[in-house]
């Protein structure tokens, strides 16, 4: 089955800079990586996607990035806000299955005013 | 608000008991995951159920058991409960659980075992 390892667990950032969450995947088969995004209270909510046929997608202040070869995907947050405070979890397909989802460990995201 | 509506959201039960946890999925989707979330294993899949029917089966233990009914809501039954089934509960749904599809979580279920 899939392995999905993201670091780091915590990450305090000064709000305006740049975050950066990084999640590494054991099934070369994978071909699907979502982002979730779950705030205290809530459950996680799917914030960005890519497919294994992209190397890098964008929505305004976020992105992620694909590197098949190394196996590994990342989150990158710009100009950060307090409301970008939240765990984020980086996920990795079970088998095939693109909905069957492996979590990595979370990040928990301190945006500092 | 995700329209996947999760009851209780609360639930404080002894060793050894039975609950159930009840999941009603977003209108029109026919798909219903559950998943367990605690500060050791973090987010762990458990079950998928899709028109009423076992898609797959995840880390589910065999004390706990699910089933999703003709209306799609889901329920999941935890018996013989122990101090470490503590966690939170979510449910997920989405429209056919195919791949690549958007998961849609409801709030959680917070089940303490004392």
């Known amino acids: 089955g899939e392995n999905v390892e993201q670091h780091p667990s915590t990450l305090s950032v000064q709000e305006g800079d740049s975050a950066v969450i990084k999640c590494t995947y054991s099934d070369s088969a994978s071909n699907y990586f979502p982002w979730y995004k779950q705030e205290l209270g809530k459950g996680p909510q799917l914030i960005i996607d890519?497919?294994?046929?992209?190397g890098e997608k964008k929505d305004q202040r976020i992105a992620v990035t694909l590197n098949k070869t190394a196996k590994h995907f990342s989150l990158h947050i710009t100009e950060t806000q307090p409301e970008d405070s939240a765990v984020y979890f980086c996920a990795a397909p079970r088998g095939h299955a693109g909905n069957m989802l492996t979590f990595g460990g979370g990040t928990r995201l301190m945006v500092k005013p | 608000d995700s329209g996947v509506t999760q009851t209780p959201k609360h639930l404080i039960t002894a060793t050894g008991q039975r609950v159930t946890l009840r999941c009603s999925p977003r209108?029109?989707?026919?798909?219903v995951y559950w998943y367990q979330q605690s500060l050791d294993q973090g987010l762990q899949f458990l079950i998928q159920y899709y028109n009423g029917e076992e898609r797959a089966k995840g880390n589910i233990l065999e004390r706990f058991s699910a089933q999703q009914f003709p209306d799609l809501h889901s329920e999941l039954n935890l018996s013989s409960l122990e101090l470490g089934d503590s966690a939170l509960y979510f449910c997920?749904?989405?429209?056919?659980?195919?791949?690549?599809?958007?998961?849609?979580f409801g709030s959680g279920t917070q089940l303490s075992v004392l």
């Open positions: 997920a749904s989405s429209v056919t659980g195919g791949g690549y599809e958007k998961l849609f």
């Open positions: 890519i497919r294994s046929n992209v």
């Open positions: 209108s029109g989707d026919l798909s």
